[in-house]
C-alpha cells in the first residue's frame, strides 16, 4: 500500500515563504497582516509538519536553512504562478487587457529623480493600461515593487542586486577649461569636492587612485543627490557620481567625467518584488520594463 502524503497548512507555507524572503517575522507579518506571534506558531507548525527545522533564529531575523532556502524559492514560484493565472482567468472585472492595473513602486529619491522620471513617458505610452503610484518614502511591505539603495552586506534575500555602483568624478565641462587643469586624479586635491553627506566615498576613490597623502579637501557637504549634480552642472564643484546619477547628464552634455577611472562602492541598487499576495495584474509589465531599460543602461555605460 503507497502511503500518501498530506501537503502541509497553505497558511504555513505563506507565513513561511515571507519570512523567507523578507527575512523576518516582523515583516511577513505586516505583508500577510497578521501578528508575529501568528506568523511564527504557522511556521512551527510547518516544521513539524515536516519534521525538521527551515530556519535557523537569531535576535529579529531569521535565516532559511540549506533545506528551507530551497523550499522558499519553490514556494515563491508557486505562489507566483498561482496568481498570475489566476489573474489570466479572472473575468471578475473584464478581460485582463482593459483593465485599469495599478501598481504601487517606491522608489529611491536618486533613482528616481536623475534616471527613471525620464524614462516614464515611454512605459505610459506602451502601457497606458497600468496606472503607477510613487512614492519616495514608506514600508516595503505596503507596496508591489520597491527600488531601494542599500549596502551589500545589509541586503537580504528579499532584494535582488540590478546595479552595483560604480564611482566616477564629474564636473561641469568649464571646469576642463579652468586655472587648474585636471589631467591625472591627483589634480582632484586642487580642486573644491562636493562630498555626499560625508568625506568617506571621496576618500576611499582617492585612494583607490593611489592617491592617501593628507585630508581629503574640505568642500561642500550634501544631503540630497539631486542638488549634487545641480551643484556639479553650476560649476561648483567636483562630484563622485554612480552611473544611474550620471548617465543622462553626461549624454545630455551637462556634465564630463574627466577621468575613465570608476571604482565599486560596497552597495547598489536593489529591487524588491511583493510575491505570492498583493501582487497586482500589470506589477509583472513594470518590472520586466524596468529590467530592460536597467540592462540598456548596462549597455549604455559598459557595466557587466
Given at each position: 500500500?503507497?502511503a500518501?502524503?498530506?501537503?502541509p497548512s497553505?497558511?504555513?507555507?505563506?507565513a513561511?515563504?515571507?519570512?523567507?524572503?523578507?527575512?523576518?517575522?516582523?515583516d511577513?507579518?505586516?505583508e500577510l497582516?497578521?501578528?508575529p506571534?501568528?506568523?511564527?506558531r504557522h511556521?512551527?507548525?510547518?516544521?513539524?509538519?515536516?519534521?525538521?527545522?527551515?530556519?535557523?533564529?537569531?535576535?529579529?531575523?531569521?535565516t532559511?536553512?540549506?533545506?528551507?532556502s530551497?523550499?522558499?524559492?519553490?514556494?515563491?514560484?508557486?505562489?507566483?504562478?498561482?496568481?498570475?493565472?489566476?489573474?489570466?482567468?479572472?473575468?471578475?472585472?473584464?478581460p485582463?487587457?482593459?483593465?485599469?492595473q495599478?501598481?504601487?513602486?517606491?522608489?529611491?529619491?536618486?533613482?528616481?529623480n536623475?534616471?527613471?522620471?525620464?524614462?516614464?513617458?515611454?512605459?505610459?505610452?506602451l502601457?497606458?493600461?497600468?496606472?503607477?503610484?510613487?512614492?519616495?518614502s514608506?514600508?516595503?511591505?505596503?507596496?508591489?515593487?520597491?527600488?531601494?539603495?542599500?549596502?551589500?552586506?545589509?541586503?537580504?534575500p528579499?532584494?535582488t542586486?540590478?546595479i552595483?555602483?560604480?564611482?566616477?568624478?564629474?564636473?561641469?565641462?568649464?571646469?576642463?577649461?579652468?586655472?587648474v587643469?585636471?589631467r591625472?586624479?591627483?589634480?582632484?586635491?586642487?580642486?573644491?569636492?562636493?562630498?555626499?553627506?560625508?568625506t568617506?566615498?571621496?576618500?576611499?576613490w582617492?585612494?583607490?587612485?593611489g592617491?592617501?597623502?593628507?585630508?581629503?579637501?574640505?568642500?561642500s557637504?550634501l544631503?540630497d543627490?539631486t542638488?549634487?549634480?545641480?551643484?556639479?552642472?553650476?560649476g561648483?564643484?567636483i562630484a563622485l557620481?554612480?552611473?544611474?546619477?550620471?548617465?543622462?547628464?553626461?549624454?545630455?552634455?551637462?556634465?564630463?567625467?574627466?577621468?575613465?577611472?570608476?571604482?565599486?562602492?560596497?552597495?547598489?541598487y536593489?529591487?524588491?518584488?511583493?510575491?505570492?499576495?498583493?501582487?497586482?495584474?500589470?506589477?509583472?509589465?513594470f518590472?520586466?520594463?524596468l529590467?530592460?531599460?536597467?540592462?540598456?543602461?548596462?549597455?549604455?555605460?559598459?557595466?557587466?
Amino acid at each position: 500500500m503507497v502511503a500518501v502524503m498530506v501537503l502541509p497548512s497553505l497558511n504555513g507555507m505563506r507565513a513561511f515563504e515571507a519570512a523567507a524572503r523578507l527575512g523576518s517575522i516582523k515583516d511577513a507579518a505586516e505583508e500577510l497582516h497578521l501578528t508575529p506571534s501568528a506568523v511564527s506558531r504557522h511556521i512551527r507548525t510547518l516544521e513539524k509538519t515536516l519534521g525538521q527545522e527551515l530556519f535557523e533564529r537569531g535576535f529579529r531575523q531569521v535565516t532559511p536553512t540549506m533545506r528551507g532556502s530551497y523550499y522558499a524559492r519553490t514556494l515563491s514560484e508557486a505562489f507566483e504562478t498561482i496568481w498570475r493565472a489566476t489573474e489570466d482567468v479572472s473575468l471578475r472585472e473584464g478581460p485582463r487587457s482593459q483593465k485599469a492595473q495599478r501598481v504601487k513602486l517606491m522608489c529611491e529619491p536618486t533613482f528616481l529623480n536623475l534616471w527613471l522620471a525620464d524614462r516614464l513617458p515611454d512605459f505610459r505610452r506602451l502601457h497606458p493600461n497600468v496606472d503607477l503610484e510613487i512614492s519616495t518614502s514608506g514600508k516595503r511591505t505596503n507596496v508591489d515593487l520597491a527600488i531601494v539603495d542599500e549596502f551589500v552586506y545589509k541586503a537580504g534575500p528579499a532584494l535582488t542586486m540590478m546595479i552595483p555602483l560604480l564611482l566616477t568624478p564629474v564636473c561641469a565641462p568649464s571646469l576642463l577649461e579652468g586655472p587648474v587643469p585636471l589631467r591625472s586624479p591627483a589634480d582632484l586635491l586642487h580642486h573644491h569636492l562636493i562630498h555626499e553627506c560625508e568625506t568617506t566615498r571621496w576618500k576611499q576613490w582617492l585612494e583607490q587612485e593611489g592617491i592617501s597623502e593628507g585630508a581629503v579637501p574640505v568642500g561642500s557637504t550634501l544631503h540630497d543627490c539631486t542638488l549634487i549634480m545641480r551643484e556639479a552642472m553650476n560649476g561648483a564643484g567636483i562630484a563622485l557620481a554612480d552611473t544611474i546619477m550620471a548617465e543622462d547628464l553626461l549624454r545630455q552634455g551637462k556634465l564630463v567625467a574627466p577621468f575613465a577611472a570608476r571604482h565599486a562602492y560596497p552597495a547598489g541598487y536593489y529591487l524588491q518584488q511583493r510575491r505570492s499576495i498583493g501582487n497586482k495584474a500589470g506589477t509583472s509589465v513594470f518590472q520586466d520594463w524596468l529590467l530592460a531599460e536597467v540592462a540598456g543602461h548596462k549597455r549604455a555605460m559598459n557595466i557587466a
